[in-house]
T-cell receptor, first 116, second 113 residues
Framework: AQTVTQSQPEMSVQEAETVTLSCTYD???????LFWYKQPPSRQMILVIR??????QNATENRFSVNFQKAAKSFSLKISDSQLGDAAMYFC?????????????FGGGTRLMVKP | DTEVTQTPKHLVMGMTNKKSLKCEQH?????MYWYKQKAKKPPELMFV???????INESVPSRFSPECPNSSLLNLHLHALQPEDSALYLC????????????FGSGTRLTVV
């Protein structure tokens, strides 16, 4: 079974600065997908960024980028120019490319606080 | 329409009550999911529906009964729940069971008294 670990329960960043959230995972599969979801107080899980394991290039979405290290099974999220609206719970998630059901396995989450 | 809509947003029910949670999407997605999320914890998968058929049941107690009447609608029927079942119940959908990104609803906050 796959596991996803987020070692930082809470992180804090000053507005306009950069912060990196850590995620490691364990799998024996070679083909899979990784995601970062954001859950603000409104409760809805919002997709921030995704990465296909077969792609070497790190995914980027505006101020959000990942550092995907497949051999190390590491998938960190970098948020640049942090904004107050970035404050939320962030979940790293894994999905196998092979299993039926397309289900997500989540890490424990990191609460990000943004200081004005 | 790119949303997953869940109703009600909040629900308080007694342990002898019967209630239902509703989830609706009009994106043509053929896979739908129920997740349970306790406070300060990640979502945990409960059920997966694939082309309106139940494909995965993660050993969920029978007091939770899912139903998928059509490709746009997913229900979760609740009966004889326990206080420990109080949680946020999230619905999600994806393009297909084999691929696609999960789109989540805002959830139903359930309190069992």
């Amino acid at each position: 079974a796959q596991t996803v670990t987020q070692s930082q329960p809470e992180m804090s960043v000053q507005e306009a600065e950069t912060v990196t959230l850590s995620c490691t995972y364990d799998t024996s599969e070679s083909d899979y997908y990784l995601f970062w979801y954001k859950q603000p107080p409104s409760r809805q899980m919002i997709l921030v960024i995704r990465q296909e394991a077969y792609k070497q290039q790190n995914a980027t979405e505006n101020r959000f980028s990942v550092n995907f290290q497949k051999a190390a099974k590491s998938f960190s999220l970098k948020i640049s120019d942090s904004q107050l609206g970035d404050a939320a719970m962030y979940f790293c998630a894994y999905r196998s490319a092979m299993n039926a059901g397309n289900m997500l396995t989540f890490g424990g989450g990191t609460r990000l606080m943004v200081k004005p | 329409d790119t949303e997953v809509t869940q109703t009600p947003k909040h629900l308080v029910m007694g342990m002898t009550n019967k209630k239902s949670l509703k989830c609706e999407q009009h994106m043509g997605h053929r896979a739908m999911y129920w997740y349970k999320q306790k406070a300060k914890k990640p979502p945990e998968l409960m059920f997966v529906y694939s082309y309106e058929k139940l494909s995965i049941n993660e050993s969920v107690p029978s007091r939770f009964s899912p139903e998928c009447p059509n490709s746009s609608l997913l229900n979760l029927h609740l009966h004889a729940l326990q206080p420990e079942d109080s949680a946020l119940y999230l619905c999600a959908s994806s393009r297909s069971p084999d691929g696609g990104i999960h789109t989540f609803g805002s959830g139903t906050r359930l309190t069992v008294v």
